[in-house]
């Protein structure tokens, strides 16, 4: 008796091997996010910087009181049932401008990041390149322009571009950008002469996919601190250029702008320059233990969990 023919077609190989991935992709995303969240200083970290991506959210559609509401009766006003983080010189309420700054703030932070890490792995790669020619000139030019300092480079920006978030973005995003590819060059040269590199290479594999397969995952982790400290730091900076006169522009809210208005009156009106501040050490700490927390979590040396995934 003759077999029925089955109908249903083979999975191809590609195919499992590629649901194979992503289904470890997903294991070892939720092994990380347990693990960040596993640790105290992670926790804590997560539930500031959820905070403050909700009052950005927040921000976009309510504030307490309107931000270009002013009055000159109520200027430098303490703690009240209306303005509960009191007013500034002008009369306007802290929180709602606090509030508003924080959705300005993330933006900031998340472009000047992402330029950074673009910016970072371009050079990462044009350092560890095949090329002589490329690689010596790649390294020079980054040790070089790593010398200029960030205010000076936002300085010149600001010249023909006028205070502007841009200044901010550019300035900071080289600077970071430039720093985090001097940080992960050593550990992605390691990953370019590893044996596995040369396999592949062999193997046909282009110089962009031994980028993304091999030499990234291997770089992963100092990128992942070191973006973090650059987010912290960017929060930093803006406040330091908007009071310089060559970040964030009068009128758009942030916690620099708060910082810049008040602190001449410190001695008088303390609590004005205390709100801004302690919102502003508070987020720069927490960028910094999630950076610590994620550090650990994607490290398969401290990590088990994610060792038995590798594995």
């Not at 307490?64 to 049932?81: D, F, I, K, M």
């Amino acid at each position: 008796m003759r077999e029925p023919i089955s109908t249903a077609k083979p999975v191809s190989a590609s195919k499992a091997q590629q649901s194979g991935k992503l289904s470890r992709f997903w294991r070892r995303t939720r092994i990380v996010t347990s693990s960040v969240w596993a640790k105290p200083e992670g926790k804590f970290a997560v539930l500031i910087l959820g905070l403050w991506v909700l009052a950005a959210l927040v921000s976009l559609v309510w504030t307490p009181q309107p931000l270009l509401a002013t009055n000159g009766y109520e200027a430098w006003q303490t703690p009240s049932r209306i303005h509960l983080l009191g007013t500034d010189g002008t009369g306007a309420d802290l929180l709602s401008w606090l509030l508003a700054g924080s959705s300005t703030n993330l933006a900031i932070c998340i472009l000047t990041v992402s330029f950074a890490a673009a910016l970072g792995t371009l050079l990462v790669a044009a350092t560890v390149s095949r090329s002589t020619a490329l690689s010596n000139t790649s390294i020079v030019l980054v040790d070089a322009l790593i010398s200029i300092p960030t205010v000076l480079i936002a300085l010149i920006l600001a010249v023909p571009m006028g205070a502007s978030v841009a200044v901010i973005v550019l300035a900071c995003g080289l600077g970071y950008g430039l720093n985090l590819a001097r940080v992960v060059r050593p550990q992605a040269l390691l990953a370019a002469n590893a044996d596995y590199t040369y396999s592949a290479l062999s193997s046909g594999a282009s110089g962009w996919q031994i980028l993304i397969s091999h030499i990234l995952p291997n770089i992963a982790q100092p990128m992942a601190v070191q973006l973090s400290l650059s987010a912290g730091t960017s929060i930093l900076a803006e406040s330091g250029l908007t009071y310089l006169g060559v970040g964030v522009p009068s009128g758009l809210p942030s916690w620099g702008h708060s910082l810049a208005t008040s602190v001449k009156f410190i001695a008088v009106y303390p609590l004005t320059v205390l709100w801004p501040g302690l919102v502003v050490t508070v987020v720069v700490v927490a960028l910094n233990l999630f950076g610590d927390a994620l550090r650990d979590a994607i490290d398969p040396a401290s990590n088990a969990a994610l060792r038995k995934v590798a594995a």
